[in-house]
Structure formats: structure tokens, C-alpha cells
């Protein structure tokens, strides 16, 4: 099984040393690059350092710290991971979503000698509203507090506090020591009164259930293809069955699946997560997501959502482009309801007239015709970017309000 | 494979959202394996024909078999090549004893800046894999460049759930990443199980195969057995040898790569 997994966390905490202890200790290491690293240490007159593995920008280097997101995989005994290093500073929120955004599991990272710090909170609470639902808490730099096992249940009942309040109950907590191997991929000699399993044990027990939603295909383009009209896209959620009878949205077009074709096939049916093209009876365009007339997709013109900003300021009124799937749309910051602390998830201001960098709120928006659907019931559908030249925020959508 | 399924799904509709977005895209192509997978993945995107324009970089070092790849696949698909060459650096005698990093500056990145500027492409497909180098594991799906063909590498866009940047006023084109996502070893499974046509040059002859091809003078071979696919897949499961460790302008100096790439390089 392939699991996508997120280390988060404050700055300085581990999260780059942790990820490279594990490469490191699943032998996913090539030889010759731990030597490379050597020698950059000496030349930047440095320890060796587990973080060096993904730290790869010279400026990374020069500043001891991880700026952007980075991508890599190894396979333990048991899954193939994709594990996703974020940067812990405030300033690179961005990169932090970016890496964040496709991430089955998160890894929180917390310094057993800090406890909780700035961006443990902030990423908590995004991983949250990213929709992860699985996230498991190292306590890191064990070694640095003696292995007490004192300070490790300090820390965690003051973070189960934190986490209970983004809706995470029974999370588990791993003392660790990333520097030492202690708990990241082998078992801590240090640690005798810790009997749950290592991180990397942890992992391999997760599984990713799937529960099999409404259909939900979106439109990207029409291609002609031999003299046909193929309508490409993807299959969000459901099946899409040849013969089945659908409805597009906001285009408001029933149409018949005639055929179901990739390159040199026809399909009978197509499954979430499937890139297909499609040979339906009508005209229909990009931005259109089909469904089944039973559960139809229902396209809308005003929703709340909670978004996260990245750009200087958002103001009552002003007006952005809204990309949900294919569809892009003009919309309006019609009301905000509340500003919300990223940190805390506790809301600062009832109706405030803008929001600023870095920080989260509960918007109503209005906009031209879009088809959105609730995060908890067809998340694919439910999420999106908000962008005024550059994508300047995201979020994901609490309530519609239907159109006629 | 369920694993190659999921991977060439995504890489499908990111290619289909760069068609849909770019008013003139292109495809970059090595005639190396990565590139090979994403012409198929090209066709499998457009249900047979690729409808834009692949490139070749021309630096006038290549090995002979991969001219003679090159053509043979670029009749068979039916491709519309375009070949770019700086034939004025070719003129100069421009060179490796010039150094790596002018060299591939001149004869690849300023040779792809011309072609660019010519045809007016404003979207650039490329083939670069996160697992083949740090510096590459930090790339985006849609990654913006300005007209100097810079890479600001400090201050990449946001990219999230499949929405990926815009084009922005202060940018000339694009560079598109759709199998960013994919292993050394997911490609070589995909060349097996779509049959795929190989340069034999990956092929071990008297114990050596090239794992990466680039241009003769600063390619070598590695020490290997494996002379077919299934060899290839099952080394590359047991090795810890970095793939580009033939690929001298990656050694040359720490960053070398960081810099070549900052200035445009693939």
C-alpha cells in the first residue's frame, strides 16, 4: 500500500533530522550521499546532520533551516511511504499547505524540551482543516530531557488538550529521538516504560478506508478524436457506469454515457480516482461535474467556508477568482463571520472587515454558478483556491445554499 | 499494476489541465527513458495523437544511438519534432573543456531559451522525477519562469488539491512536472507493462549499462548485469546507487545542480 504522510511542526523541532532518520534506517540511503553529506558538513563546518538528507537549497543549508517542501519515498516491510517535509516557519505557510495538501496521515513533531510552540498549534489546526483525519504526535529530543518519562507525559497531556479542540481524540504519542534513532524506525533502548510501538510501526498499522460516495465527474476539456467528441475528465468520487443516465452542472444538461474510452480501450464502468474520457449525447464544458439524477450534483451561487489567507490582506467585498475542480468562477467576499486564530482555532473577532496574512476565517461567499459540495460528504468537491493573480488561499466549504 | 494506475492517472489529468490552460505547450524530450514515458503518458492523455509540439535539445553530443532512437520513435508516433540547437555556441567549439556548467548552460538551456522565444511557447512539459535529485524534490507541478528563465526557488507558489498557479504577467512560460510523482522504478515497471520501446543503451553489455543517458563526454556507464527490463526492475529494487551517479554536471561541485537549475537547466 502507498500512504502519504506529513511531518509538521515548529521550527527546529525535527522534522527534517526525523525523516532523514528514517531513510537512513531503512537503508532507503544511496550510497555515496552520506559521504556528500559529510563533506558539506565539514565545508559549512557543521555536525552531521540527519536533515541534510532533504535539505538540498545551499540557502537551507546556510540558515539551518528547511525553506521549501520536499518529496521523498521509501518502502518499509510493509507499505511504500511518500513522505512530505514542510518548512516550520511562519513565512513559509505556503510551502507548508503545499507539501500538506495530499497527505493521507501527519506526523506532529514536538520538542520534548519546548513543548507546544507557535506553529505546533497552526499546523494542527490546518492539518485539521486540510482534512487529515489521522495524525500521530512524536515527542522528539527525548534524549535531550534525559528520557524522562515525566516530561513526555507533561507534554502529551497538554497537546491531547490542543488536540481535542480540532475534533483529534485517542491520538497516540511516540517518545522519541530522531538524532538517536530512539523510537523513529528501531525500538529506544532508553525508554523501558514506553510500551507502545515505534513510529514507523505506527505507520504500517495505519489503514486508509475508503467509503464509496455519490458520483462525481469532472469535466476538463472536449477532445475530437477520430471524427468523435470525447468529454475528458476525472472521476471524483462514485462509479460511472456506460448507459448510465446523468445530470451536468451548472450546465444543467442530462445526457447518456454512450462510451467510457481510454487510449485504445473502451471501458464498462469508471471508478474514483480514474482519468477517463467519456462519449455522451450533448454538448457540455469544462468546469461541468456529473452525477447519477438519484444524488445529482447541485450547482450554487452563495456557500460558508473556512479558508486560510496567504496574501496580505482580504477585505469585506473584495472580489477573487474561486477555482473549485476545473470549475473557475468570479466570486464575492460577501460577509466575514469570524476571524479565527490559526494557532488556536479560537475565533478573535465576530465580523471583522478583513483578515489578514497567515490568518483563517468563516466566509460567506457569493459566485457565479459553481458546483460545490460539503467537505464531510465529497471532500474532493468540497475544497478550494482562491486567487487573485497567484493563489492567495484555500478552503474548504461547511454550508451550501442551493440554487433554485 | 494498481500503483502504476494511480500514478499515470494523476499524470494524465495534469497534463490535460496544462492542454486546457496553455494557449501553446510543448513536450521536452531526452529521447531518455523518463521522457519516452511522458510521450506515451501524451498520447494516452490525447487518446492517440500528441497535439503540440516535442522538442529535442541538440547539443551536438549525443550519443549516436540516441539520433538513431530518436528518429525511429518519431516516425512511428507520428511526432511533430522540433530539434533546438545553439549553433552559434556549436560554431564556437563550445565544449566540457569549457567547464560543465557553461557548457550545459549554452548548448542545453540557452539553446531551449531560443526555441521557446521562436515558437512562443508558453508551457514547457517536462519529465523530471522528485526521486532523482534533492533539488528536484523541490519542484512544483506548474512551476513559473520569468524571461530570464529564472527558477525562484524561494518563493514557489501555492499548490494545492490539483490547483496549480496561474500564469502570471511577469512570467514567460511555464514548466509543467506530470510524472514528478513517479520512482525510478515505477518507470521502468510502466515500460514493461505498456511495452514501451527502450533505447538499448540501458541494456548491460560486458557488465555495463547506462542508468541515465545525457551527452558522451559527461555520461558513464555503471557496473551492471541487468540486459533487459526485468533485470533492470529487479536491480534497481536491491541497489543504494544514486541514479545520476553517471551524470557528471550533478558531481561537479555541491549546488552545481541548484544553480544550473535556477538559471533555467531541466
Known amino acids: 500500500m502507498k500512504i502519504n504522510v506529513v511531518i509538521v511542526g515548529h521550527v527546529d523541532h525535527g522534522k527534517s533530522t526525523l525523516i532523514g532518520r528514517l531513510l537512513y534506517d531503512s537503508e532507503s540511503i544511496n550510497e555515496g550521499r552520506v559521504e556528500e553529506i559529510q563533506k558539506l558538513a565539514e565545508e559549512y563546518k557543521r555536525r552531521f546532520e540527519f536533515a541534510y538528507f532533504l535539505d538540498s537549497f545551499d540557502d537551507e543549508l546556510k540558515e539551518e533551516r528547511t525553506i521549501d517542501t520536499t518529496g521523498v519515498m521509501f518502502k518499509s516491510r510493509k507499505n511504500l511511504y511518500s513522505i512530505t517535509d514542510v518548512p516550520g516557519h511562519k513565512e513559509f505557510i505556503k510551502n507548508m499547505l503545499t507539501g500538506a495538501s495530499h497527505s493521507d496521515v501527519a506526523v506532529l513533531v514536538v520538542a520534548a524540551n519546548e513543548g507546544i510552540q507557535e506553529q505546533t498549534g497552526r499546523h494542527a489546526f490546518l492539518v485539521h482543516m486540510l482534512g487529515i483525519k489521522k495524525l500521530f504526535v512524536v515527542i522528539n529530543k527525548m534524549d535531550i530531557v534525559d528520557y524522562s518519562k515525566k516530561v513526555f507525559q507533561d507534554t502529551r497531556n497538554k497537546m491531547s488538550h490542543l488536540l481535542a479542540s480540532f475534533g483529534y481524540h485517542d491520538v497516540p504519542f511516540i517518545p522519541g529521538s530522531a538524532m538517536e534513532g530512539d523510537n523513529i524506525y528501531k525500538p529506544s533502548q532508553h525508554m523501558k516504560w514506553y510500551n507502545g510501538t515505534t513510529l514507523i510501526d505506527t505507520l504500517d498499522n495505519v489503514s486508509v478506508e475508503r467509503v464509496v460516495k455519490p458520483l462525481r465527474f469532472v469535466v476538463q476539456d472536449t477532445y475530437s478524436v477520430d471524427s468523435e467528441k470525447v468529454v475528458v475528465g476525472r472521476v471524483e468520487s462514485g462509479t460511472l457506469h456506460v448507459g448510465d443516465e446523468v445530470i451536468f452542472q451548472p450546465s444543467n444538461v442530462i445526457a447518456k454515457v454512450q462510451k467510457i474510452v481510454v487510449y485504445q480501450h473502451d471501458l464498462a464502468e469508471a471508478n474514483r480516482g480514474d482519468s477517463i474520457g467519456i462519449v455522451v449525447n450533448k454538448e457540455v464544458e469544462r468546469g461541468d461535474v456529473c452525477g447519477l439524477p438519484k444524488l445529482p450534483p447541485i450547482a450554487v451561487t452563495e456557500f460558508l467556508g473556512e479558508a486560510v489567507l496567504l496574501d496580505k490582506k482580504l477585505q469585506e467585498g473584495d472580489e477573487v477568482e474561486l477555482r473549485c475542480a476545473t470549475r473557475w468562477v468570479k466570486c464575492r467576499i460577501q460577509r466575514i463571520r469570524e476571524k479565527i486564530n490559526s494557532e488556536t482555532g479560537e475565533v478573535i473577532e465576530n465580523n471583522p472587515a478583513e483578515i489578514s496574512e497567515n490568518e483563517a476565517a468563516l466566509i460567506e461567499f457569493s459566485c457565479e454558478p459553481v458546483v460545490v459540495e460539503k467537505f464531510s460528504e465529497i471532500p474532493e468537491l468540497g475544497r478550494f483556491v482562491l486567487v487573485r493573480n497567484k493563489n492567495i488561499g484555500a478552503g474548504i466549504v461547511l454550508e451550501t445554499t442551493s440554487q433554485k | ?266
Open chain 2, 1 to 266: 499494476m494498481p500503483e502504476l494506475k494511480d500514478l499515470e492517472d494523476r499524470t494524465l489529468y495534469i497534463i490535460r489541465e496544462a492542454y486546457a490552460k496553455f494557449k501553446k505547450p510543448a513536450v521536452l524530450w531526452s529521447t531518455g527513458k523518463d521522457s519516452t514515458t511522458m510521450l506515451w503518458l501524451c498520447r494516452k492523455a490525447f487518446l492517440g495523437k500528441i497535439p503540440f509540439p516535442v522538442i529535442h535539445i541538440d547539443t551536438g553530443y549525443k550519443f549516436r544511438q540516441m539520433y538513431e532512437f530518436r528518429d525511429r520513435i518519431a516516425t512511428e508516433w507520428g511526432l511533430d519534432l522540433v530539434v533546438a540547437k545553439n549553433e552559434e555556441a556549436m560554431k564556437e567549439g563550445v565544449g566540457p573543456q569549457n567547464g560543465k556548467f557553461e557548457c550545459c548552460t549554452r548548448l542545453k538551456t540557452q539553446a531551449l531559451m531560443e526555441c521557446l522565444e521562436k515558437n512562443g511557447f508558453d508551457a514547457l512539459i517536462l519529465a523530471i522525477r522528485r526521486d532523482e535529485h534533492g533539488i528536484r524534490a523541490k519542484e512544483r507541478y506548474f512551476s513559473p519562469r520569468d524571461e530570464s528563465f529564472k527558477w525562484n526557488y524561494k518563493d514557489q507558489p501555492l499548490e494545492m488539491w490539483d490547483q496549480y498557479q496561474s500564469v502570471t504577467e511577469d512570467r514567460t512560460h511555464t514548466r509543467v512536472h506530470p510524472i514528478l510523482h513517479w520512482r525510478e522504478l515505477d518507470v521502468w515497471e510502466y515500460f514493461k507493462q505498456e511495452n514501451l520501446p527502450v533505447n538499448p543503451m540501458y541494456f548491460a553489455k560486458n557488465g555495463k549499462r547506462y542508468r541515465s543517458l545525457g551527452c558522451e563526454p559527461c555520461t558513464n556507464t555503471i557496473d551492471s548485469n541487468a540486459s533487459n527490463i526485468d533485470e533492470i526492475i529487479e536491480e534497481l529494487r536491491t541497489t543504494r546507487i544514486a541514479e545520476r551517479s553517471g551524470r557528471a554536471q550533478d558531481k561537479e561541485k555541491a549546488f552545481t545542480m541548484q544553480k544550473l537549475r535556477a538559471l533555467g537547466y531541466m
